[in-house]
């Protein structure tokens, strides 16, 4: 064979594999996910069980940063059989009925799939799961699908199109090309009020009136269906829970079960009768799976646990399965509360975390100047919180700038504005960085009595308390934690009389302290159980019990998931002595 011929069959050949490459990506269907506060690339792939590296393809530029209210395009993953359940994107004008119609499932399946949807959330650009196993005879007996059922023909995305913008293009020549109407355009995409960008990708929607004709018979409203689907409430006179703790390996372990019963000895004492089952889990799944095959494990109500990761799906699954709420009270990455509805997570990830972290920053210091002390060697989570806080800082028009944690009392003194909270952040919250900075911090502040400066730092600094207390007040230090207590609270003393007390030893100095965490989680989920019964989930944020040590403000991560703890405190030291705990609610 001639080398031209055999190069151009091999350049036709990888034309060839291009094109067909291009096709399958085109064919591939997808559905849009507007990006919420604290959510990451990590967390939106984990909730939809999608690699990180397919959303990216979708979205270009979206592995460097993004922005809370951008719209994704999250690839709909099919299997072969009909195993995987389809997420859908409410679009203006659809109802719960349409959708029951549309996807031929019944609108029972669809909220037992989505515990998360009410009345109040169902509305354009939510997503929700329609799950594919749904029986069509649990569908309301007073609903009456139409003949012509729409479900052959259903769209898997609420784009029938996608248009890339091109130069001079207008939201009215957008519209007339696909004989919509503008407000149909600016409904599926709300984000053109802001102005048409070239290159941009903009949803096209299906046009309403092809929906109408789809669609004869409106059906019941919302509010009729999700009450008629609502699951009957049912009290536990009395409250089984169980407690799986490698109690046996981990001290810490001991002094969580012991601060736990304390609170059940508490809620006793106000009548609330309590089936407290304990168990130790050590790291081995067959320890676990002779647990779970105890038939009494089937009728808790609540399971606190585990401490050990790798256990968490297999307890995870069987809860699910049991319909019993799951506390998770260590491990901050769990990734099941992403997909499962009964996890409850009490340790913040990370990215939810630093997100209500940078959103009490803005508010508390609006007039601010912020200075990053670098040690040059900073942790890699510090550095993931800095890097936010700068972005949300730019964001806000709040000026920064970074020094070396080594800069002298000039260098530092030349940083400082004038009329404003001068913020001193270093990128290390460990002991060794304090005392580096300690010296020329207070001689800043004694030599320039004129402004106002003040130190920000981390939850382990609580840790350390003894030891700067001093250091703390006069350098007006503000430290973050979802955990905090001191020994000027009534409710912290009374409860380290009473460990003590019980137990004849003092807790361990460690952050958060396991006992004071074992009788919040305890008293908080049984208190709760006791005042809601079945009707625990919807009834969380009502829960009124003040913590020792512990915030808990829980939120459903999304339709179909669990609920993470986003509470977050301000802790201060103040020039005046004064010990103040911002809870900003």
Same mark, same amino acid.
């Given at each position: 064979?001639?080398?031209?011929?055999?190069?151009?069959?091999?350049?036709?050949?990888?034309?060839?594999?291009?094109?067909?490459?291009?096709?399958?990506?085109?064919?591939?269907?997808?559905?849009?996910?507007?990006?919420?506060? @604290?959510?990451? $690339? !990590?967390?939106? &792939?984990?909730? #939809?069980? =999608?690699?990180?590296?397919? %959303?990216?393809?979708? /979205? *270009? +530029?979206?592995?460097?940063?993004?922005?809370?209210?951008?719209?994704?395009?999250?690839?709909?993953?099919?299997?072969?059989?009909?195993?995987?359940?389809?997420?859908?994107?409410?679009?203006? @004008?659809?109802? $719960? !009925?349409?959708? &029951?119609?549309? #996807?031929? =499932?019944?609108?029972?399946? %669809?909220?037992?799939? /989505? *515990? +998360?949807?009410?009345?109040?959330?169902?509305?354009?650009?939510?997503?929700?799961?329609?799950?594919?196993?749904?029986?069509?005879?649990?569908?309301?007996?007073?609903?009456?699908?139409?003949?012509?059922?729409?479900?052959?023909?259903?769209?898997?995305?609420?784009?029938?199109?996608?248009?890339?913008?091109?130069?001079?293009?207008?939201?009215?020549?957008?519209?007339?090309?696909?004989?919509?109407?503008?407000?149909?355009?600016?409904?599926?995409?709300?984000?053109?009020?802001?102005?048409?960008?070239?290159?941009?990708?903009?949803?096209?929607?299906?046009?309403?009136?092809?929906?109408?004709?789809?669609?004869?018979?409106?059906?019941?409203?919302?509010?009729?269906?999700?009450?008629?689907?609502?699951?009957?409430?049912?009290?536990?006179?009395?409250?089984?829970?169980?407690?799986?703790?490698?109690?046996?390996?981990?001290?810490?372990?001991?002094?969580?079960?012991?601060?736990?019963?304390?609170?059940?000895?508490?809620?006793?004492?106000?009548?609330?009768?309590?089936?407290?089952?304990?168990?130790?889990?050590?790291?081995?799944?067959?320890?676990?799976?002779?647990?779970?095959?105890?038939?009494?494990?089937?009728?808790?109500?609540?399971?606190?646990?585990?401490?050990?990761?790798?256990?968490?799906?297999?307890?995870?699954?069987?809860?699910?399965?049991?319909?019993?709420?799951?506390?998770?009270?260590?491990?901050?990455?769990?990734?099941?509360?992403?997909?499962?509805?009964?996890?409850?997570?009490?340790?913040?990830?990370?990215?939810?975390?630093?997100?209500?972290?940078?959103?009490?920053?803005?508010?508390?210091?609006?007039?601010?100047?912020?200075?990053?002390?670098?040690?040059?060697?900073?942790?890699?989570?510090?550095?993931?919180?800095?890097?936010?806080?700068?972005?949300?800082?730019?964001?806000?028009?709040?000026?920064?700038?970074?020094?070396?944690?080594?800069?002298?009392?000039?260098?530092?003194?030349?940083?400082?504005?004038?009329?404003?909270?001068?913020?001193?952040?270093?990128?290390?919250?460990?002991?060794?960085?304090?005392?580096?900075?300690?010296?020329?911090?207070?001689?800043?502040?004694?030599?320039?009595?004129?402004?106002?400066?003040?130190?920000?730092?981390?939850?382990?600094?609580?840790?350390?308390?003894?030891?700067?207390?001093?250091?703390?007040?006069?350098?007006?230090?503000?430290?973050?934690?979802?955990?905090?207590?001191?020994?000027?609270?009534?409710?912290?003393?009374?409860?380290?009389?009473?460990?003590?007390?019980?137990?004849?030893?003092?807790?361990?100095?460690?952050?958060?302290?396991?006992?004071?965490?074992?009788?919040?989680?305890?008293?908080?989920?049984?208190?709760?159980?006791?005042?809601?019964?079945?009707?625990?989930?919807?009834?969380?944020?009502?829960?009124?019990?003040?913590?020792?040590?512990?915030?808990?403000?829980?939120?459903?991560?999304?339709?179909?998931?669990?609920?993470?703890?986003?509470?977050?405190?301000?802790?201060?030291?103040?020039?005046?002595?004064?010990?103040?705990?911002?809870?900003?609610?």
């Amino acid at each position: 064979m001639k080398p031209i011929i055999k190069q151009l069959i091999i350049f036709f050949f990888i034309i060839s594999v291009t094109c067909l490459n291009i096709n399958a990506q085109d064919n591939n269907t997808y559905f849009l996910h507007t990006v919420e506060k @604290g959510q990451s $690339l !990590y967390s939106i &792939s984990s909730m #939809y069980k =999608v690699p990180i590296d397919d %959303i990216v393809k979708l /979205n *270009p +530029g979206s592995a460097d940063k993004i922005r809370i209210g951008t719209q994704l395009r999250i690839p709909q993953l099919h299997a072969t059989n009909s195993s995987t359940d389809t997420y859908h994107t409410i679009i203006a @004008g659809e109802t $719960l !009925y349409r959708l &029951s119609v549309q #996807y031929g =499932v019944s609108v029972k399946a %669809i909220c037992e799939a /989505n *515990p +998360g949807l009410s009345t109040e959330n169902f509305k354009t650009g939510e997503v929700i799961r329609i799950p594919s196993n749904a029986n069509s005879s649990q569908v309301i007996t007073t609903i009456t699908e139409p003949q012509n059922n729409v479900s052959q023909n259903k769209p898997l995305s609420p784009c029938k199109d996608m248009h890339k913008v091109e130069r001079r293009e207008t939201l009215y020549s957008i519209s007339r090309k696909y004989g919509i109407t503008e407000e149909e355009l600016l409904e599926a995409n709300p984000e053109l009020v802001k102005g048409l960008k070239k290159g941009k990708f903009v949803c096209i929607p299906y046009p309403k009136s092809q929906s109408a004709q789809s669609q004869s018979a409106s059906g019941p409203s919302d509010k009729e269906l999700f009450q008629a689907n609502k699951q009957q409430a049912e009290k536990y006179n009395t409250i089984k829970a169980a407690l799986m703790l490698p109690l046996l390996q981990d001290k810490r372990m001991v002094e969580y079960y012991e601060g736990f019963l304390i609170a059940i000895d508490s809620l006793k004492r106000t009548g609330v009768s309590i089936d407290l089952h304990v168990y130790n889990l050590d790291e081995s799944a067959s320890t676990l799976n002779k647990i779970l095959a105890n038939s009494a494990m089937k009728q808790m109500n609540i399971i606190f646990g585990p401490a050990q990761s790798a256990h968490t799906k297999t307890l995870a699954t069987f809860a699910k399965e049991n319909n019993i709420s799951l506390v998770i009270p260590f491990s901050s990455r769990e990734d099941e509360v992403f997909t499962n509805p009964y996890v409850y997570l009490i340790n913040t990830p990370q990215s939810y975390l630093y997100s209500e972290v940078y959103d009490h920053f803005v508010r508390q210091f609006r007039n601010s100047n912020v200075i990053f002390l670098d040690s040059g060697n900073a942790e890699k989570n510090k550095m993931s919180f800095i890097d936010g806080l700068k972005q949300e800082l730019k964001q806000k028009n709040i000026s920064y700038r970074a020094l070396p944690e080594t800069a002298s009392v000039e260098g530092l003194k030349g940083a400082l504005a004038e009329g404003k909270d001068n913020i001193f952040i270093p990128t290390s919250g460990s002991d060794a960085t304090l005392i580096r900075i300690f010296p020329n911090l207070k001689l800043l502040i004694r030599e320039n009595p004129e402004y106002n400066i003040h130190l920000f730092g981390y939850p382990e600094w609580q840790t350390y308390t003894n030891d700067h207390l001093d250091d703390f007040f006069e350098l007006d230090t503000y430290f973050y934690s979802s955990f905090y207590t001191n020994n000027l609270l009534p409710a912290a003393v009374e409860f380290k009389e009473t460990y003590h007390k019980w137990y004849g030893k003092a807790m361990e100095n460690s952050y958060p302290k396991y006992g004071m965490l074992g009788f919040d989680t305890a008293f908080f989920f049984l208190k709760g159980l006791s005042l809601y019964g079945s009707e625990l989930d919807e009834n969380v944020s009502k829960i009124n019990v003040r913590p020792i040590q512990t915030g808990f403000n829980f939120q459903r991560v999304n339709n179909w998931g669990g609920f993470i703890n986003k509470k977050v405190f301000f802790v201060r030291f103040s020039k005046n002595f004064e010990l103040v705990k911002l809870d900003f609610e």
